[in-house]
């Protein structure tokens, strides 16, 4: 059992991934800033950076790090594991949080705190696709600002619910008595959240709406599909 805290902490690693091939249909090396270096950030530029991104921009608590040229989030992590921090990394230039999040990049993976995006900055996002790894990264009014500039946003209730998923599968395991092996765990994640990602970019299209509303939508359309099998209304 001891995988399951490393596959709750890699539970952006599906949305990641499916972005990464829907940006890559567009910009074959798409440039990508990770704002948070902790267990969301630093495994989404881990898997962003396996998948042929380009990570120019990585932070913490303390401050940030940018490369214009690209970084290796492998030796990033082992800077901070010597450290306690990304700041300081040889190689790139010193940057704060606030100037991370407007850089000219591809994608813009906001994954520390709350409020990050608001109406002060989301005029200057710079960033085509905007995934959401911390929880409410972004304001309401924000939100609005960034549909009006075409701006994708993968919502935290989709990017960063691989976690959630894993805890499932965890219950289930523990339920049965009987423990999966990690790439097991894996394969049944990425074949959850992928659907997920599917289902919600589809539910976009067809309504005409943004990805957040569109994950609400299918959610509730799930939920009042259940109440409707258990007679719960007509």
Request: aromatic share 10%; with cysteine.
């Amino acid at each position: 059992m001891h995988h399951f805290g490393a596959q709750r902490q890699r539970g952006g690693q599906c949305p990641a991934h499916r972005t990464q091939c829907s940006t890559q249909r567009q910009f074959p090396s798409p440039f990508v800033a990770v704002q948070g270096f902790g267990n969301v950030g630093g495994f989404t530029a881990k898997l962003l950076h396996d998948l042929g991104s380009k990570v120019v921009a990585v932070s913490d608590m303390y401050g940030g790090i940018y490369n214009e040229a690209g970084l290796n989030p492998y030796d990033v992590e082992k800077h901070v594991k010597e450290t306690g921090s990304v700041v300081g990394y040889k190689g790139a230039t010193a940057i704060d949080n606030a100037a991370l999040l407007e850089l000219p990049v591809t994608v813009l993976a906001p994954c520390a705190l709350e409020g990050q995006i608001t109406e002060q900055n989301a005029d200057r996002i710079k960033a085509r696709i905007i995934a959401e790894g911390a929880n409410g990264p972004t304001t309401f009014e924000a939100d609005a600002i960034l549909a009006g500039k075409g701006v994708t946003v993968v919502p935290d209730i989709l990017a960063n619910a691989g976690g959630v998923t894993v805890s499932y599968f965890e219950w289930v395991q523990n339920l049965y008595r009987y423990y999966w092996t990690e790439q097991e765990v894996h394969a049944r994640e990425e074949e959850v959240m992928v659907a997920a990602f599917n289902k919600v970019w589809e539910a976009a299209a067809k309504y005409k709406t943004d990805m957040r509303v569109a994950a609400y939508i299918v959610a509730l359309e799930r939920l009042a599909e259940a109440m409707k099998l258990r007679g719960w209304y007509a």
